[in-house]
């Protein structure tokens, strides 16, 4: 069945008495989407809030709505289920726009992965699977920060929540015949919300700087720092300051002279940033810094292949994503801190445990 426009074209809240009058009218359980842009900004720019109820859809305007208490209120009531798809973009776009995570969530994306071996199934993919219904996602990338809205972005914003509540209950019952609400509630609790990654702390997720000697790590934690606070102030994509590779490649130089960053720089770069970078090195006094994770040697790369392939066994058996189970950089953990502590990692604790933890507690009880 092909999803057609044929329902009333929504109109925007942007008015605190009408969003107060429509939220009665919500319910305990309502779809959440959000559309937003970042294209050439650090932070996402939110262009629009759609709630689904049982009996409507309500469109808030972020552009000139700004009264956000009831709202707020309503995001963090945990007695209310907020259903929602690969919420991980909307929970960052939430934490900056309104400084909240939502409470109760259930992401539809991450419990269909409980009932079928697909982790990373899109929202329209997974309405034709289980409504057969056809969406139209033509929209997707449009500007949803011009204004007026089109009515096709109106309609395909509708149809985002529309089917929301429907999925959210085929999966629910899906997961109690499976006896699995219980391992998808412990994941979500894992996975439901949004920190960012403070300035000081981004040169950790560099793994390709791991490398580098503690003196000149040291110095690449600054250079990050300087960049993410560049790229806040500026509201700018890192990349539009500087990218990764080139803050790792400068770290690991002797000197960073004006000669240096012409080398390893684009000359954009040099001649906007240039004597900042400079200024960083040159205030730069070396500190312990925590280290970069260093990649698995040979042995322990195979004692991680075999705990991997015993984990994609249980779930290809039970038909569930394989990526549950056996993520690389969960098992790689998982091997590190029974390593370090005798104990499984808190990934593969709870009902993870119950499916692989005997498993791996006998793979790697032979690298003690």
């Known amino acids: 069945m092909l999803y057609k426009d044929e329902k009333v074209l929504p109109s925007l809240i942007t008015k605190t008495k009408t969003l107060e009058a429509e ?3 919500w319910g305990a359980v309502v779809a959440l989407d959000t559309e937003f842009v970042r294209t050439s900004t650090y932070y996402p720019q939110p262009g629009l809030y759609q709630v689904g109820y049982a009996t409507g859809v309500s469109l808030i305007d972020p552009t000139s709505f700004d009264d ?4 707020s209120s309503y995001l963090l009531d945990p007695e209310i289920v907020k259903v929602m798809h690969s919420c991980s973009e909307d929970l960052e776009l939430l934490n900056h726009h309104l400084q909240l995570t939502p409470e109760n969530i259930f992401d539809t994306q991450l419990a269909y992965a409980f009932i079928s071996q697909n982790l990373s199934i899109g929202y329209g993919n997974l309405v034709h699977s289980l409504l057969d219904v056809q969406l139209d996602k033509q929209e997707t990338r449009s500007n949803w920060l011009k204004r007026p809205l089109t009515s096709k972005q109106l309609f395909y914003a509708q149809a985002d929540v529309t089917y929301l509540l429907k999925v959210h209950q085929i999966l629910v019952e899906k997961l109690d015949s499976l006896n699995r609400l219980s391992w998808f509630g412990e994941e979500m609790l894992r996975v439901n919300s949004y920190t960012p990654v403070a300035p000081e702390k981004y040169y950790l997720g560099l793994r390709k700087a791991w490398r580098l000697a503690p003196e000149n ?3 690449l934690k600054d250079l990050c720092r300087w960049r993410e606070l560049a790229a806040q102030k ?3 994509p890192r990349n539009r300051v500087v990218w990764d590779e080139h803050l790792i490649a400068l770290a690991d130089v002797e000197s960073v002279t004006r000669q240096v960053l012409v080398k390893q720089l684009p000359a954009g770069v040099v001649d906007r940033f240039g004597t900042e970078i400079t200024s960083v090195v040159e205030a730069h006094e070396f500190s312990e810094v925590e280290p970069i ?5 040979q042995r322990h790369s195979g004692t991680v292949k075999k705990m991997r392939k015993v984990a994609a ?3 290809e058996k039970l038909n569930l994503a394989v990526e549950l189970l056996a993520r690389r950089r969960d098992v790689e953990n998982c091997a590190r801190h029974y ?7 808190v990934e593969y604790q709870g009902w993870r445990n119950e499916l692989v933890g005997q498993k791996f507690t006998d793979i790697l009880q032979g690298l003690a």
């Open 313 to 315: 066994d249980v779930a």
């Open 23 to 25: 939220a009665e009218n």
């Open 234 to 236: 500026l509201d700018v």
């Open 68 to 71: 956000w208490v009831a709202f």
């Open 293 to 297: 994770v260093e990649p698995l040697g």
């Open 339 to 345: 390593l370090e502590t005798g104990e499984l990692s």
């Open 217 to 219: 790590l040291s110095l």
